[in-house]
């Protein structure tokens, strides 16, 4: 008794830790969650991924089907006929020493009940064993379609969550802009009072305002209708609250394992392949239909026959058999050659996708090395544009203050330094999803999760 409570605690526990995991996972997710976390989501509750997963256990059930044609196959019937008129049948005369005339005889009783049942176990059909063959290569190719679905949502996640990151740079500069000219705006205000600026100034400063309001409330609707979508392909209900949590960490140099290499094991490459063994199977399967078939018989029946349906002991009859079926395809109409040709033209047709998506996959892999290559350059550049505008907006607002030179000036620097931050954050979420999209045209984005 002690041991069973004690398995039941043990059970207890592990059931209540395993839920609270769950639960804490889905408030973590519902809140907020970093790059790894929305793809890891993803990877459990994204729809297609989820419908791929299905097709996979589906056709794990279709070639158990295939295979149950190698198990003996049983089956019964069972017949109840009564005759309201007994069939006639037509007797030579010779059987009573009439010869030379026909003779009508009834034959049979008014009531029949027979049941049989019959086992038929295949011996020789090389079709249905290269079926099964086809079978489980159909099953790979599920598999491999089921790693480029997969690869393709982390791939989707990965750019709108970049794009929400870069749309949240944008609007923290804008937040932070916003800040400074109201800033100017109290100043200008108070100068105004005390005759140093004109209203004008003033004027002007408050058109910047509105302007950035404007555009803030632009960026929000943005980001609104990004978070939406990232919730609809990570497989979040679109009315939970979530934020992500993203830093923007820049790769000094470009890593080893973005190295150009042969694409040869991509995962396109080898569901082509499999593709293409697939039709090379169903080529041997059609020409193994031209071999005959074999397969052993056996049956076993009962019956009973009266003309009064009064079920007794008598007349019952009993009857076995036992035998082999043998099937001679002789000609078909020239069918299985025909499909035969059709299948070896689209050999063919996958022996050039299969060329041509070595030269996409190795075009794909250049332009992306080449692009990040050139987003690298462009962060140091953009680097330093932020740090002349900034130096440039605080010299610019120092000599305003004094009374040196004019507002405008002054905005002039303040649009500057706005658009200089937003090209630096842009490039900065752009050299992210440059690192993205090479490691795509590589083949290593799920590896490198």
Known sequence: MGIRQSQFSLFLFTFCLATLSTVTNAQQINKGGTLKECINYALENNAKIRQSEADHHEYYYQIQEVKSNLLPQVSGSGVIDRNIVIPTMILPGEIVG???TKIPAQMGTKNLLDFSAQIEQVIFDPALFQGIRIAKTNQELLTLQKELTEEEVIYNV??????????????????????????????????????????????????????????????????????????????????????????IVLTPQINDAFLPYENTNRTEIQLLTTQKNLVNFEIIQEKKKYLPTLSGLFSAGYQFQSDQFRITQDPWFSS????????????????????????????????????????????????????????????????????LAEDNYNKTNLLYKQGLIDIGEVFSTESSLLDAKTAYSNECIAYKIAEIELQKALGTLKNNL
Request: charged letters at 25%; hydrophobic letters at 30%.
């Open 320 to 387: 076995v058999a036992i035998g082999l079926r043998l099937k001679v395809p002789i000609f078909d109409g020239h069918a299985k050659r025909s499909r035969i040709q059709q299948l070896h033209w689209q050999n063919q047709r996958i022996e050039s996708q299969i060329l041509q998506k070595q030269h996409d996959l190795e075009a794909d892999e250049r332009n992306a090395f080449y692009k990040l290559q050139r987003s690298r350059e462009n962060l140091t550049e953009q680097k330093q544009n932020v740090n």
């Open 158 to 247: 990965s750019t709108i969550f970049y794009e929400i990151a870069r749309t949240k740079e944008e609007l923290k500069n804008v937040e932070h802009m916003l800040i400074l000219q109201t800033e100017s705006y109290t100043i200008v205000d108070e100068r105004i009072e005390q005759g140093i600026s004109r209203p004008v100034d003033r004027n002007r400063i408050q058109v910047n305002i509105n302007g950035l309001k404007t555009r803030k409330r632009g960026l929000e609707s943005i980001i609104y209708q990004q978070t939406n979508y990232l919730k609809a392909l990570i497989g979040v209900n679109v009315n939970e609250d979530f934020t992500i949590q993203y830093g």
């Open 98 to 100: 009439q010869p030379g």
